[in-house]
């Protein structure tokens, strides 16, 4: 059965200072008519180079997004999923995700990334299975990165006619991927994992240490902290806080709640603690994000 990505509002955000972390950035793009474009079309094919700390915060973006990082590492927190992506390494961002990007302590990187949208996005994701964030090392990074800077070429030139080869290399990006993942590129969460992560994140509002988590997923705290470690690189508890101060962005950004209430509902029991790991996790305090949304 093919899944049905449900489409709801882009919300962007950016660290202080996000633009001032650019040594280099290129985006193209063609919005064309032609035929060739309606099922399957690059949103944009963009290359960049950063250097410093920042972080770009995505909720719900619409596109299927494949970044490759030539050069440098980044950290993506996609639906609470974490990965570090180093160099020769490709990291996908299903379409319809809540995804966090942001430097790592190394300040540098360097990548070039291709957005997809169309029709054929979600059936082509069910059948190649990329419908779950994934990073991993490809055989065939050069080959992809090569198809990449094509595509971006043929976007900047747009001449009419070139329509059928850029959808032709998107097409072969993906099932290049999909192969790559079948011969064992994939690092999938183990079920207990997986379920989970399903209960932190029904159970938010209520203490979850790690005891409890442990005893929920009936193993050892040895073995959850392994778990964690292995598959999510943090601790159980910096996960949950993690993922709590993300609900309490998302609470304060669409409803009419005050920074205590909302503290109160993902188990901050002091308002202030709230408010400086906000701002540890975000670059701003909830009053201020909320001002700038």
């Given at each position: 059965m093919v899944r049905k990505t449900v489409r709801t509002p882009l919300k962007m955000f950016f660290s202080p200072g996000y633009d001032k972390t650019i040594r280099h950035s290129v985006c193209q793009g063609w919005e064309t008519l032609s035929p060739a474009a309606k099922p399957l079309w690059p949103r944009c094919v963009f290359q960049s180079e950063r250097a410093g700390g920042w972080y770009l915060q995505r909720y719900n973006f619409p596109y299927l997004v494949i970044e490759l990082m030539l050069e440098g590492e980044l950290r993506y927190d996609v639906g609470g999923v974490r990965h570090l992506s180093s160099e020769g390494e490709i990291h996908i961002t299903p379409p319809g995700s809540d995804v966090r990007v942001e430097s790592t302590e190394l300040g540098f990187c360097k990548r070039i990334g291709l957005e997809l949208h169309g029709p054929m996005v979600d059936p082509l994701c069910e059948s190649l299975r990329l419908g779950s964030p994934v990073n991993f090392p490809a055989n065939s990074f050069g080959?992809?990165?090569d198809n990449l800077q094509s595509i971006?070429?043929?976007?900047?030139?747009?001449?009419?006619?070139?329509?059928?080869?850029?959808a032709a290399r998107c097409y072969d990006t993906?099932?290049?991927l999909g192969a790559e993942l079948d011969q064992g590129g994939r690092v999938p969460l183990p079920v207990v994992l997986k379920k989970l992560l399903d209960y932190i994140h029904s159970n938010l509002h209520q203490p979850l240490s790690c005891t409890e988590l442990a005893q929920t997923a009936s193993c050892s705290p040895s073995t959850l902290m392994?778990?964690?470690q292995r598959y999510l690189q943090e601790t159980p508890q910096a996960y949950v806080n993690r993922c709590r101060l993300q609900h309490a962005r998302?609470?304060?950004?669409?409803?009419?709640?005050?920074?205590k209430q909302v503290a109160a509902m993902m188990g901050f029991k002091n308002q202030f603690y709230f408010s400086r790991a906000f701002k540890k996790e975000f670059g701003v305090p909830p009053t201020q994000a909320r001002h700038e949304a």
């Open positions: 080959t992809i990165s971006m070429h043929l976007l900047e030139k747009k001449e009419p006619g070139t329509e059928p080869d850029i993906l099932t290049r392994r778990l964690f998302q609470m304060l950004l669409s409803q009419e709640l005050s920074v």
